[in-house]
């Protein structure tokens, strides 16, 4: 991922960025976290449970922080939330669903957002927009005004999101981006990374490489006399790849082979998957 600043940086007219101490090969810099308003105002994913993050954060605050907003129950996002709530006496504001495999297990919301909800922070409204693919109870939260979006990680700035069943499913996640790609969006503030300009060109962008992934996975599907795994085509196509994500890689793969088999193109085998 490009650098990004370390420290409180106002991206926008009443939007400060944070980024959490959990910089990694899955979280980039780390994880990014948002202060919105003027006051009242709104911390989006906190983060890491982190004292000097977390005290970061309500010093960035320029008013009152009414409420804490989870995009999506991953630690990386979350991990901060109940404490920073508890400490500041708001409610965490997150999606129903409750996801079953990679999450946050001692997270939990005090008021669930549902698809076009919103939260008036004074001159700013945010509207959830739920956003499954990443993350089956993934929210985006949308300032329509501003034509900026808060991504969380149904995008990300410069890497490929990672779709990880059973939570996460392909078809759903390019449904989502099509969604988005109908909203007035300019600016993304993405999850991890640096800021996004050209919101709709970035949106296309990113549907065009999954689907290129996806032909490409139809390819190796085809090219094999007998079944074939995940973890055989993940290999073929990121041959390069840094052995720490062959796991994710494997994860990427199974989730286009599940789509393929949505879309009567790949049959899942006892031994493997295969065309259909």
């Not at 106002?10 to 910089?23: E, F, Q």
């Not at 449970?49 to 922080?65: F, K, Q, R, W």
């Not at 919103?118 to 693919?133: K, N, Y």
Request: glycine share 10%; charged share 20%; hydrophobic share 45%.
């Amino acid at each position: 991922m490009s650098a990004v600043r370390r420290g409180a940086e106002t991206i926008a007219p009443g939007v400060v960025r944070l980024i959490a101490p959990n910089p990694g090969p899955m979280t980039g810099p780390g994880t990014n976290s948002y202060v919105v308003g003027t006051g009242p105002c709104a911390i989006i994913d906190p983060g890491v449970n982190d004292d000097d993050h977390l005290d970061a954060l309500v010093a960035a605050a320029p008013g009152e922080i009414v409420a804490v907003l989870v995009t999506h129950a991953h630690p990386d996002h979350t991990g901060g939330a109940r404490r920073l709530a508890e400490r500041l006496g708001v409610a965490v504001h997150a999606h129903a669903t409750q996801l079953r495999g990679v999450r946050d297990k001692t997270f939990y919301a005090d008021r669930f957002m549902a698809d076009g909800d919103r939260v008036a922070l004074g001159d700013i409204t945010l509207e959830a927009i739920h956003t499954p693919g990443h993350a089956a109870d993934h929210l985006c939260f949308l300032w329509r005004e501003a034509g900026l979006l808060f991504a969380g990680d149904t995008v990300m700035a410069d890497v490929t999101v990672v779709i990880l069943p059973p939570d996460g499913g392909m078809t759903a996640y390019l449904e989502s981006l099509t969604r988005l790609r109908a909203l007035p969006i300019k600016q993304i503030a993405p999850g991890h990374g640096r800021m996004l300009d050209d919101a709709l060109v970035v949106l296309a962008q990113i549907v065009e490489h999954r689907l290129a992934r996806e032909a490409q996975v139809r390819e190796a599907l085809a090219d094999s006399d007998d079944a074939t795994t995940a973890d055989a085509i993940a290999a073929r196509l990121y041959p390069d790849l840094d052995p720490r994500l062959r796991g994710m890689a494997a994860a990427q793969v199974e989730s286009h082979l599940l789509r393929l088999a949505e879309l009567g193109q790949a049959q899942a085998t006892g031994d493997g998957w295969a065309p259909d």
